[in-house]
């Protein structure tokens, strides 16, 4: 049996030892404050999903402590390259809601500048966004940057071709790359016992990979695990690989119904994990929080939660025929013509 790496057990008690050494009561607040505006954030998303005012939205709830525990052990100069569930994580990275909401509005092909925030875009390709963060984390190890580069993905995107080539590529290549699983039980409607014949960390290990196991709804394992695992990746040990065993609560997206594939019972068992509740225990039964720090961070998540429906309502349609402009870095002969065969088409009709 493999030994999964937990600092905070379920009832928010904190194991001491030399692990938990940089654990102190800022961190916590800090982690905490991250997960709860990240599950408002992903809550009020749904909301307008259901409203009709976004098309679709995958959320990200039960999943912040694996995301916020990760993103911050990373430095502002690390490069991300991330799923499409991963809303903590690029909160954190200080993407806009806006930004964030525009794709799943419909109305950006991706959202944010992946330059600015290091950020890449969300990757709805399974596993694509692999090898383009070992092919530039080679890059950037070429050109003598200190980067280190981490990808998020599920772990049914682990059993695409290209997870395992990326794997094995960034091992031979020694590549800075820190691979982040979250393991949320869940491909769609697929368990993971129907996934892969042995488990993930052992095929990692097969690879070449250095790898952990992590108890994915304790953001203080996670965090602490990816801050050893990142620093042995930037001291040029080769990439390393973390599985962080996690749930999603929700249905895979807001088009899924998880009641057609899964029992209450597993469901109620999850909640009972609650990477929030978790925290919260902790900060409490050792004074590190007191009323006024949950009653402003209340307050907070409701400004956020009113930021979050105002931006997504001023979201603007573009104009169709700008569905034309990036397609090519260069548009030839053939684009010009669809486009202007696309924009008389639209002008034929009355209104
Ligand atoms: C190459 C490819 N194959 C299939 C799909 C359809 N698909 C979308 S999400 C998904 C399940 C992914 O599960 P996982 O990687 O565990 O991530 P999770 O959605 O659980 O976060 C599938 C099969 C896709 N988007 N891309």
Redesign the pocket.
């Known amino acids: 049996m493999v030994e999964i790496f937990q600092l905070l057990g379920p009832d928010g008690d904190l194991r001491d030892g030399p692990s938990a050494s940089a654990i102190d009561a800022e961190l916590c607040r800090a982690l905490f404050r991250d997960m709860v505006l990240a599950r408002r954030f992903d809550d009020e998303a749904y909301y307008l999903q259901r409203q009709g005012e976004l098309g679709l939205w995958l959320q990200s709830r039960g999943q912040e402590a694996a995301q916020v525990g990760s993103i911050r052990a990373l430095r502002d100069t690390d490069w991300v390259f991330p ?1 499409y ?1 991963d809303h903590a994580a690029a909160l954190c990275r200080g993407i806009e809601p806006a930004e964030l909401l525009a794709q799943w509005r419909g109305v950006s092909q991706s959202g944010w500048d992946p330059a600015r925030y290091r950020f890449h875009i969300y990757t ?3 596993a694509a966004q692999l090898p383009h963060a070992v092919g530039y984390a080679i890059g950037a190890q070429h050109d003598g940057a200190d980067e280190l580069v981490m990808t998020y ?5 682990s059993s ?1 071709g290209e997870a395992n080539e990326a794997f094995n590529w960034a091992a031979t290549m020694a590549a800075p790359v820190l691979f982040f699983c ?1 393991n ?1 039980q ?3 409607s697929t368990p993971t016992q129907a996934q892969f014949g042995a488990p993930l960390h052992q095929r990692a290990a097969g690879f070449g990979l250095s790898t952990q196991v992590v108890d994915g709804n304790d953001v203080l394992a996670v965090h602490v695990a990816t801050s050893r695992a990142a620093e042995a990746v930037r001291c040029g040990e080769g990439p390393a690989f973390i599985e962080a065993l996690t749930y ?1 609560i929700a249905g ?1 997206s807001t088009s899924d119904d998880p009641t057609r594939y899964r029992s209450d019972a597993e469901l109620d068992h999850w909640q009972t994990l609650d990477p929030l509740d978790r925290l919260r225990r902790l900060l409490e039964a050792r004074g590190w929080a007191d009323d006024g720090f949950f009653t402003h961070l209340e307050a907070e998540a409701t400004a956020l939660a009113e930021r979050v429906r105002g931006a997504c309502r001023a979201l603007a349609a573009p104009e169709a025929a700008s569905m034309f402009d990036h397609v090519l870095a260069e548009p030839g002969p053939a684009l010009a013509a669809e486009r202007a065969a696309y924009v008389e088409y639209a002008g034929s009709f009355l209104d």
């Open positions: 799923s569930r709805l390709v399974l993905f599920g772990e049914g995107s695409e979250q949320n869940w491909a769609i999603r895979h």
